[in-house]
């Protein structure tokens, strides 16, 4: 049981990871989730695709309960250190890896868990995605100022503004459980707002980032991974606004609900050509950096979520268009993103194995 005093000296000793636990790491719950509620999304039925699902859900529930009792005990314990790391901008972004964590988890619940669980998973679901919400909006209004006050704008800013584009995605799966009326129309408006909140706020950040990277040039070669988080926003958003299109003819008439479709596949097939440029700059600049000299990072993480919400989109905007090329790149994202997850968690195991990992964050 966790009290509040402080730890002595010799725990502190014995477990220098504690001390320096920073929120980047819920990062591991996003990419290895986002696989879940990928595979479980996916629009062709493929051999697999469920027992990938479940196994990869699995993943990440297990590393979200684990990574949660490792933080709590990390501010409990490590106050000092935390606040640390809590005020300093650099870091401050990162503090929007938690919500998309919990969201994420709570994301494959929904998909996935109903299988194990029955219709209690959808209770869980909706507890988590409230939770993740609610997080996520607070990081989403007080981050930005704590970057603002001395950090150096990059991709990273994204962190903290994406998450409630995430609660629209996964708020969309919770709506036919709802009950018929009043309660989905809130939701349903709801998580709308959430888009609009989240997009608006993103737009504002890149505008910024970008601005600072004309003047200044891309990130170091160690940096170069975080030029995927821009994949993120773009792939959830596509998710979001043709998922939202799809569950609305249960809340909404039918002539208001066409509309909303026709919105989520005018606005996805827009931002999949703006998808498929950055994607094709990200793998050049990444391919660069591999030559000259990239090492893996916790940074690496940042291949796998943004990668994983292009394939929920895409798959998404494959159904809504009844495209079947859309739906093969879906798989296609997927399938790298599977290349990519292997590669990337073996050499974090291998850094938690050795402890390279757990050394104070600058």
Do not use: K
């Not at 891309?218 to 596509?238: C, H, R």
């Amino acid at each position: 049981m966790l009290t509040t005093a402080p730890a002595p000296a010799t725990t502190a000793r014995r477990s220098p990871a504690l001390a320096h636990l920073t929120p980047n790491w819920f990062a591991v719950v996003m990419g290895t989730g986002i696989i879940a509620v990928g595979a479980a999304s996916l629009p062709v039925d493929l051999p697999g695709r469920d027992s990938i699902a479940r196994g990869f859900w699995v993943l990440a529930t297990a590393a979200l309960l684990l990574l949660s009792v490792a933080f709590a005990t990390h501010w409990v314990r490590h106050r000092e250190q935390a606040l640390g790391y809590a005020r300093n901008p650099a870091m401050a972004p990162f503090y929007g890896a938690l919500p998309m964590a919990v969201l994420t988890v709570g994301a494959g619940t929904a998909a996935v868990g109903t299988e194990i669980f029955g219709p209690s998973a959808i209770v869980v679901a909706a507890v988590l995605w409230a939770l993740g919400t609610v997080a996520g909006v607070t990081a989403a209004v007080v981050v930005p100022p704590r970057m603002l006050s001395g950090g150096t704008p990059g991709p990273v800013w994204l962190m903290p503004v994406v998450p409630p584009m995430v609660s629209a995605t996964t708020g969309a799966a919770l709506i036919p459980h709802l009950p018929e009326g009043q309660a989905r129309l809130a939701m349903l408006i709801g998580c709308y707002a959430l888009f609009a909140m989240a997009l608006t706020a993103a737009v504002v950040t890149m505008a910024v980032v970008i601005r600072h990277l004309a003047r200044t040039g891309l990130p170091a070669v160690q940096a170069i991974p975080t030029m995927w988080i821009p994949l993120g926003i773009i792939g959830q958003s596509i998710a979001a606004a043709n998922l939202l299109g799809r569950v609305s003819d249960t809340t909404v008439s039918s002539g208001a609900a066409a509309g909303l479709r026709a919105f989520g596949i005018a606005y996805g097939t827009a931002m999949a050509g703006v998808g498929a440029l950055v994607l094709g700059y990200a793998c050049l600049l990444t391919a660069r950096a591999a030559g000259h000299g990239l090492r893996f990072s916790m940074s690496w993480w940042s291949f796998t979520f943004p990668l994983g919400a292009c394939a929920v989109g895409a798959g998404a905007l494959g159904i809504a268009t009844d495209s079947v090329a859309v739906q093969w790149f879906s798989v296609a994202l997927l399938a790298s993103l599977l290349a990519i997850w292997a590669v990337v968690a073996a050499n974090t195991a291998r850094g938690v194995w050795t402890r390279a990992l757990f050394v104070p964050a600058p």
